[in-house]
């Protein structure tokens, strides 16, 4: 077992290497850099530039030497923790992404909680009433919130929210909040903001997980030992729970591992979409103006995340399933 | 001889009384500084204007807070841009008039003299004096460290500087050998040339002035490279992103970066007061929050906007008149400033030798635009309210006349196939596409930047009517970058962007759009690269008409009265017309304008333009006020028709 555990630690670090080269090469691929692209901009709206300012700011980061150098430069940095510097905010990285990775990451976990919270009693409630009509409703509600694009979701429950309810269209509280401290408004602001970009990310989410849930738990509930136990008398929700619902379980902490980059690559459209102040539109704002620093420190901070989120969710499955410890150590 | 003299004392006196400018009168002080005035963290408000300010007529109430919406961290400095804030400014009637200066004297278009106002500071508190002039003309401009590139080029006459003297306290001159006629129009543009900055403020960052340790534990903890770097990142006049540089603006930054939601709070030492005795502006706070472009004209219509313009489209309009009752504010429709808004640019400077053969004959291009169908674009695109036209001055423009727009810009299908038969064009493929001399057939692909949907949308309607020519087009949508190296190399045949930017010129405006001047310029990018590098790259004009125009705009430089520059310009806008180096199709777009119903001082009608305009800027935001809503503006808009055709500009 630990011999597995520093395995997967060993093979983080060829992962987080391949990653970082693919994600400087393609950030690197479109002709030019930040510059030229802030050059251009600047002289098709008619502002003067001042092109000597700019050479200089391009040998002075270093825009001039090789790919190789410039790579190295910037994993070298990353490694101090020192995520570069973002040209188009003239801030360093840390304080651009800082502020808003606590916002990201409250729509992220309200999201996977909200996921979870629906898909596990659907599912359940799927499986024990198989067939049933409302069975096939929720299975179609489900469906249509997968089916439906989620930028089309979140324009028309916007517009909906701001004609019905009032609630002001884009962001994540009332624009009144966002630089105030922490209160009690502020919180029941975000809520009432938060739930629409919830909704939207979630549903996708939600359909496959209850049908993986309604599938295992259905295959459970045909075998032997099911029957015998009721047949004994036992109550049906103890049948239920004690333990084929434990071995449905299983594809919902695996999944944490997929889960958290399709939340937060699906957060991204969404929050473009719906202009909240969270990583996505960020990112897309670097990406398109080439701001290399701070679209690829970025982006190698959210994989790496990934990458341990994913061993996190493989060593919660090993914890929970004893069948996975045990056939681990026969194997040794 | 008594009564003379009392005469004479009686005209002087009303002279004296017709010049409201620099008579202070009594001078209230304003609600929002009452409390620091009082425990006396400011001084009383006669302490804080200049002894001689700028007077206004106003009758405008202080108080309230302006709410706008903008889309980027660096859209601070359109505070700067609407703050208008300039040594001398346009007025709506877009006549030059010293605004932060008291007087300007110019002689011979060459020697201006500057004459500051008596006891003017900067937003904390401090002096502004020829000091700061001094210190930005010897130890910024002229400090290769603090700018690599030397002086700006509006400042520099056959490559030479000025002679800059400081006569006293608050008077300067500088001199050229020759007249400058950028000068001006420079210190009053949208992003102004600033010839001053705060002296007082910058000089800790600055190794000449700063003690060594003090200066470098600065630059360590900022991380940036060198003290130079330092000062250009502390000084950002014109970026507007860094609250403790004192500024001259009505509304200075209070936010520090970054921030989805900018506060900007009223100037206490502000210059400028009305004739009541406020001291403006009217309006203490104005805040610019943060929103995706494309969500912005929804916000708007949902009420979170008091001022908007920017990021609003025509397309918008009927979006916005919906919403108008319903969420208490007005939307008007000022005309945009451009020359065209979409031009198309053959390119003169093309590698292809058979296409620049025929893109240099007149006939072709005057054949390119009789066949584009400008009412057809207008009607399709505008609901009929635009202006059709060659790329050109609009009728507004002191400089216009009616040939110029009109100069082969209607539709007559006959006459285009006439002139390409002329040219020797006459065969065709089975399709009546044309061949070119050497048998390929003649297809024309227009380049474009990919930025906007309009671009698109008015090629289809152009690919339309020149098939009746026999030309086929293609539209080609690129990069922005990948667009403009295309034409700066001559890859390009043709691309289509917006026409004239300064559509309002007058005769000292720059005509340098008219001219083959800079490589921006994509009919003749190699031509005007010629003219930028003073010949080091690029290739020298050899159409005589563009010879002329260059010989027209160096005359206009070198001009030293108003009637030899007017002179210059209505013939270089007569070969521009004659010549049809770019086809205009429409312009005088109109640009929704949405106002709160309670902010008054806003014209219902006006000009929505970066040159001369400054969007706002010549308007005055800082005259702007919060009143309740004035009801001849609800009923105004209520009677109004939902189209509102300006048919005449």
Redesign the interface.
Known sequence: MLGYIVNRLLIMIPTMIAISIVIFTIINL???NYF??YV??L??S???S????VQ?LET?YGFDRPLWQQYLYWVGGLLHGDMG?SF?????VN??VG?RMLLTAIVSITTIIFTYLVAFPIGVYSATHQYSWTDHLLTLIGFLGLATPSFLLALVL??LA?VYLGI????LMD?KY??QPWSWEKVLSLLAHIWIPVVVIGSAGTASMIRRLRANLLDELQKQYVVTARAKGLHPFRVLFKYPLRMALNPFISDIGSLLPQVISGAAIVS????L?TTG?MLL?ALRSQDMYLAGSFLVFMSLLTVIGVFVSDMALALLDPRIRLQAGRRQ | MKRLAAALQLVLAALLSAMPDTARGTLRETPFFEQAVANGSLPKVDDRVPSEPSVVDGTGAPGHQLRMLMSSPKDTRMMVVYGYARLVGYTPALDLAPDILKSIDVRDGRVFTLHLRKGMKWSDGQPFTAEDFRYWFEDVAENPKLAPSGLPVELLIDNQPPRFEVLDETTLRYSWVRPNPLFLPALAGPDPLFIYCPAHYLKQFNEKFADKTALDALVKKARVHSWAALHNKMNSMYRNDNPKLPSLDPWILKTKPPSDRFVFERNPYYYRVDTSGHQLPYIDRVILSLADSKIIPAKTAAGESDLQARYLNFNDYTFLRQSEGHNHFNVWLWRTGPGSQLTLYPNLNVDDPVWRELVRDIRFRRALSLAVNRHEINEVLYFGLAIEGQNTLLPKSPLYQPGLRSAWAQYDLGEANRLLDLIGLTKREGDGVRLLPDGRPMEIVVEDSGESTEQSDVLELIRDSWRHVGIRLFAKPLQLTLFRRRVFAGETLMSIDKGIENGLANASSSPWEFAPTSQQQLEWPKWGQYYETKGMAGEPPDLPSAVRLKELYQGWLGATSRQAQTQAWQEMLRIWADEVFSIGTVAGVLQPVVVSDNLRNVPEKGIYAWVPGAFFGIYRPDHFWFGPPSPAAKSASAARPPAHPLATP
Do not use: R, W
Request: glycine share 10%; charged share 25%.
């Open positions: 479109p002709p030019g030229t692209t251009a901009q002289e098709s008619g502002e003067a001042d092109l000597a300012k200089f002075e510097y188009s905010y003239d801030l360093p304080k651009v502020d916007l517009y701001n002001s269209i884009g962001g624009p966002v630089d473009i979409v719906m202009s102040p539109p704002d």
